[in-house]
């Protein structure tokens, strides 16, 4: 990882994300759904982990984007230098009222390998580590508990401990238009995302 005083300088101008969501029609960003609340993932390549998301009941809409790092709106390119910090992400917009932050986790958990450190697979990186970053600090406890008990589970399994970042969120860049929903966009794109086929326990706190 690099440090603040050594990652790219970025830019000021933001990368805007598209007026709509290609798969489900709605805004991208929060402020469109009051009431809504918001998870940020990082689970590797973010061309499979947004799929994982935008069909679920209760997720209002998904985008892709830069998080966790130091440089401020950054281009795809430089995240994939390593030199900016920075992990792949979703972040998703959701309802509270029809699905629940465990719910998501478990998600979220069960659908890549959060014990590899900085990779996901074939895909070797900063840019493609293991990540939940949550806007309120009384999440923190919800996440800590969710991978408690999947690292449970996952010994029974023969895995090794998780090295998931779990922290509150910072800022989110959006990731350039393209990225956004390109699985729907290209159905035979790439898609190196891989569970490790342990079910991850929910129920185990509120959330």
């Known amino acids: 990882m690099p440090q603040r005083e050594n990652a790219l300088p970025g830019r000021e101008q933001a990368i805007e994300p598209p007026p709509a969501h290609f798969v489900n029609g709605r805004p991208l960003r929060q402020e469109a759904f009051p009431g809504s609340e918001v998870l940020t993932i990082g689970m590797g390549c973010f061309w499979g982990a947004e799929r994982k998301f935008w069909n679920l009941p209760g997720v209002l809409s998904t985008s892709v984007g830069y998080a966790g790092g130091f440089t401020p709106n950054p281009t795809y390119r430089e995240v994939c230098s390593g030199e900016t910090g920075h992990t792949e992400v979703v972040q998703i917009i959701y309802d509270p009222s029809v699905i629940t932050l465990p719910e998501l986790l478990k998600v979220f958990w069960e659908n890549h390998d959060p ?93």
């Open 115 to 207: 014990t590899q450190g900085m990779r996901q697979g074939n895909d070797v990186g900063t840019q493609y580590r293991s990540a939940v970053y949550v806007p309120h600090i009384e999440q923190l406890p919800v996440v800590e508990a969710s991978a408690r008990a999947f690292q449970q589970a996952l010994e029974g399994s023969g895995y090794g401990p998780i090295t998931t970042e779990i922290a509150l969120a910072g800022p989110y860049y959006f990731a350039e238009e393209y990225h956004q929903q390109y699985l729907a966009k290209n159905p035979d794109g790439y898609c190196g995302l891989g569970g490790t086929g342990v079910s991850c326990p929910i129920g185990v706190v509120n959330g």
